[in-house]
C-alpha cells in the first residue's frame, strides 16, 4: 500500500467513524423527543424545539455534514455498505445499554452486516474513479 | 399513507443521496478541516446546485421519515427503506461510473440482508 492510499484510507476511516456516530447518536435522541404523533402541518415544525430533538438535529446536521466531506473524496458504493454499522451499533447499544434481548435472528443479521462491510473496506479501495480537479474557486486548499 | 409515504422517501433519499455524491465529487477532495477554510467550503457549496438540490432532497426525505414513523413501527420502517441501497449502488454504478466490483456487489447484498434480519 502506497502512503498516498494509506493516508486516504485512514482519512475514510476516521471519517466513516463520525458519520455513524452522528447518525446513531442523532436519531437516537429524535427518537427519544418525539411525540406520539404529529397531528398538523405545523406540529412539524414546533417538534423541532423540543430539547432531544433539537439535539437531535444538530447531530443529524453533523451527520449531513461529516458524510459530504466523505463522499467529497470516497465512492457512494464503498460508503453506503461501509457507514451500515451503524444498524450494528444500534442493536448493540440496545443489548448492553437498555438489556434489551437480542434474537438469533439478530444476531444473525449482526453478522451479515459485519461480513459486508469487512468486504467492502477491507477488500476494496475507497476511491475508484478519479479524483476531480480542483477547479479555482472550488478547490478546499 | 403508509406506502405513499414509503415512496416519498425511497425516491427523495436515492435522488438525495447520489446528487450529493455527484456534486462533492466536483468539489474535489477536502484537506483542509479548520473552521476558516470549512466556512469558505461552505460559501462554495451554498452555490453547487447538485449540493443545495440534494439537501433539499433529503430534507423532503426526512420530514417523510418523521411521518412514516407516526403511522409505521421502526422495525417495518427501517428494512423497507433499506431498499435504497440497491437502488443507490446500481446508479453509482451508472450515473457516478463507479467501478462496482464484485466485492461491493457481494457487501452490498450482505448488508441489505443483515439490515432486514435486524430490524424485522
Keep these: 500500500m502506497t502512503s498516498e492510499s494509506a493516508r486516504l484510507r485512514w482519512k475514510t476511516w476516521g471519517c466513516s467513524a463520525l458519520v455513524v456516530i452522528s447518525n446513531v447518536t442523532g436519531n437516537f435522541f429524535l427518537k427519544r423527543g418525539m411525540p406520539a404523533e404529529l397531528a398538523t402541518p405545523a406540529a412539524y415544525i414546533t417538534v423541532l424545539f423540543r430539547p432531544m430533538v433539537t439535539l437531535g438535529v444538530l447531530l443529524l446536521i453533523l451527520w449531513l455534514a461529516s458524510r459530504m466531506a466523505l463522499l467529497s473524496w470516497a465512492d457512494l458504493s464503498y460508503i453506503l455498505p461501509v457507514t451500515s454499522v451503524g444498524y450494528v451499533l444500534v442493536a448493540l447499544a440496545g443489548r448492553f445499554l437498555l438489556n434489551e434481548q437480542i434474537s438469533d435472528k439478530r444476531w444473525l443479521g449482526i453478522g451479515l452486516i459485519m461480513a459486508g462491510v469487512a468486504l467492502v473496506s477491507g477488500g476494496t479501495a475507497p476511491q475508484t474513479t478519479q479524483p476531480a480537479k480542483p477547479r479555482a474557486a472550488g478547490a478546499a486548499k | ?120
Design chain 2, 1 to 120: 399513507m403508509k406506502w405513499v409515504l414509503i415512496g416519498i422517501i425511497v425516491a427523495s433519499t436515492t435522488v438525495g443521496e447520489v446528487l450529493q455524491a455527484l456534486g462533492m465529487r466536483r468539489n474535489g477532495e477536502i484537506r483542509d478541516f479548520r473552521p476558516g477554510a470549512l466556512g469558505r467550503l461552505l460559501a462554495v457549496l451554498s452555490r453547487n446546485w447538485y449540493v443545495v438540490a440534494s439537501v433539499v432532497a433529503m430534507a423532503v426525505s426526512f420530514f417523510a421519515y418523521l411521518g412514516l414513523l407516526t403511522v409505521a413501527e421502526l422495525s417495518f420502517a427501517v428494512p423497507v427503506t433499506a431498499i435504497t441501497y440497491v437502488l443507490e449502488t446500481v446508479l453509482a454504478k451508472y450515473v457516478l461510473q463507479e467501478r462496482v466490483s464484485w466485492l461491493r456487489w457481494a457487501g452490498a447484498s450482505l448488508v441489505i440482508c443483515g439490515v432486514a434480519l435486524v430490524s424485522l
